[in-house]
């Protein structure tokens, strides 16, 4: 099995919906991320968070929450889907600070019209 | 603040020909420097990652890029290309403290030609 899940795969949803996106890992990591990726932007941080307790905004965090529901769960949700929200979703995990690699889960691809 | 740079959105290569996937770097701090890969509908994986000591750095599939701190760059470069290295790259930078994040370049898609 995948060490790093999301869930759905694929979503389609009309703008002004709420929607969650959910994030499980077996590896065991404290550290949790959430990214978007669009093309020819690379990776965006939304969220991040280094344990249960320590949740921070990224880059580009107007428009969404998250909830750290244990060590191994981590939703991203969008509270009113808007168009610009189309793209696809990453979560990923690290076993620590910076310098370590960090796993990514097979993506969301969301849409929005 | 971080940024990172990768020159070429799209390189074409030929089936055993060099790979050289470019990426420039800016950091007020000492960096930690970073290449991951993204196969077709998959997640990123690493390549490989510089963080102290020797300069150039060897990866997996065959991959290698060097820090050069005089030029801020950490390109990516691979001696014959394969069918298999078909994919996007992308180049990412973070400092050196356990609170700093990666911030990844826009990223560079590689196709390779039989």
């Known amino acids: 099995d995948a060490d790093v899940t999301q869930t759905p795969r694929n979503r389609i949803t009309k703008t002004g919906k709420r929607i969650m996106l959910e994030c499980s890992q077996t590896?065991?990591?404290?550290?949790m991320y959430w990214y978007r990726q669009d093309p020819g932007l690379g990776l965006r941080l939304i969220y991040y968070?280094?344990?249960?307790?320590?949740?921070n905004k990224g880059e580009i965090s107007d428009g969404y929450s998250v909830s750290r529901q244990a060590q191994a769960k981590f939703s991203l949700s969008l509270e009113s889907a808007i168009p610009n929200q189309t793209a696809l979703y990453f979560c990923?995990?690290?076993?620590?600070?910076?310098?370590?690699?960090?796993?990514f889960g097979p993506g969301t691809r969301l849409t929005v019209t | 603040a971080q940024s990172v740079t990768q020159l070429g959105s799209h390189v074409s290569v030929s089936e055993g020909a060099l790979v050289l996937l470019r990426c420039n770097y800016s950091?007020?701090?000492?960096?930690?420097l970073f290449w991951y890969v993204q196969y077709p509908n998959q997640g990123l994986q690493l390549l490989l990652k510089?963080?102290?000591?020797?300069?150039l750095v060897k990866g997996i599939n065959g991959f290698e890029a060097e820090f050069k701190k005089s030029e801020t760059s950490f390109h990516l470069t691979k001696p014959s290309a394969h069918m298999s290295d078909a994919a996007e790259y992308f180049c990412?930078?973070?400092?050196?403290?356990?609170?700093?994040?990666?911030?990844f370049g826009p990223g560079t898609s590689l196709s390779v030609i039989p």
């Open positions: 990923a995990t690290s076993a620590g600070g910076s310098s370590y690699e960090q796993y």
């Open positions: 590896k065991g990591h404290d550290r």
């Open positions: 968070s280094f344990d249960v307790k320590d949740i």
């Open positions: 950091s007020s701090v000492p960096p930690y």
């Open positions: 510089y963080t102290t000591g020797a300069t």
């Open positions: 990412a930078v973070s400092g050196q403290t356990s609170y700093d994040k990666v911030i």
